[in-house]
């Protein structure tokens, strides 16, 4: 059921010796452990090598984010939504002594206001993986993006319309059981938050 012909996703496509590599090397990393899925991310490792820590720049956005989010009155509005997925097991705290802050990397995030009626979150977090250091790539770009799945959506949308039963889910389930299994991965995905 969870093979790509049956998604109706291409399973003929040619990948690259590079993707083909990558692929094996994310399947054969993950292991099911006490209901948990736990993966290795792929990274190019030239470039992960020589990406350093951004902390600085994270804690100067956090800075300006709650000073603007306190004037509007919605900084707590937006702590309850980090409060909320640590409470689902998104994300967890760490702490972090000042010392060791270069070894993470840190991802800068602003809030998105939606201030209508009609919607349930009024402020949510956006992440930005893709800031770059002065002489130095960013996170999206030391990351695998691993191969694109999604290649031919007229297909799949045919698929979906000419099939007699169509099999939805949610995969909101699905992500809270996939942890990350490596240490080194985990401290490439660190977010500031400030307490008031």
């Known amino acids: 059921m969870f093979n790509l012909e049956s998604n109706g996703l291409p399973t003929n496509e040619k990948f690259s010796t590079l993707d083909e590599e990558k692929v094996k090397q994310y399947r054969d990393s993950i292991t099911f452990k006490d209901g ?14 020589s990406l350093p820590s951004n902390h600085n720049a994270a804690v100067r956005v956090l800075e300006r984010v709650t000073k603007d989010l306190e004037k509007k009155n919605l900084y707590n509005h937006y702590l309850q939504v980090f409060k909320q997925q640590e409470d689902e097991g998104i994300i967890e705290e760490i702490i972090v002594p000042p010392e060791q802050c270069n070894d993470y990397i840190w991802i800068p995030h602003r809030p998105v206001l939606k201030l209508t009626d009609q919607t349930t979150t009024k402020v949510r977090p956006v992440f930005n993986c893709s800031y770059k250091n002065k002489d130095s790539g960013s996170l999206n770009e030391t990351a695998y993006p691993g191969v694109n799945l999604m290649t031919d959506m007229v297909k799949l949308m045919i698929r979906f319309r000419t099939n007699r039963y169509v099999l939805l889910a949610d995969i909101r389930k699905t992500f809270l059981m996939i942890r990350l299994a490596s240490e080194r991965d985990r401290n490439r995905f660190c977010l500031f938050s400030k307490e008031r």
């Open 36 to 49: 948990l899925y736990y993966v290795q991310l792929q990274w190019y490792e030239d470039k992960i090598k």
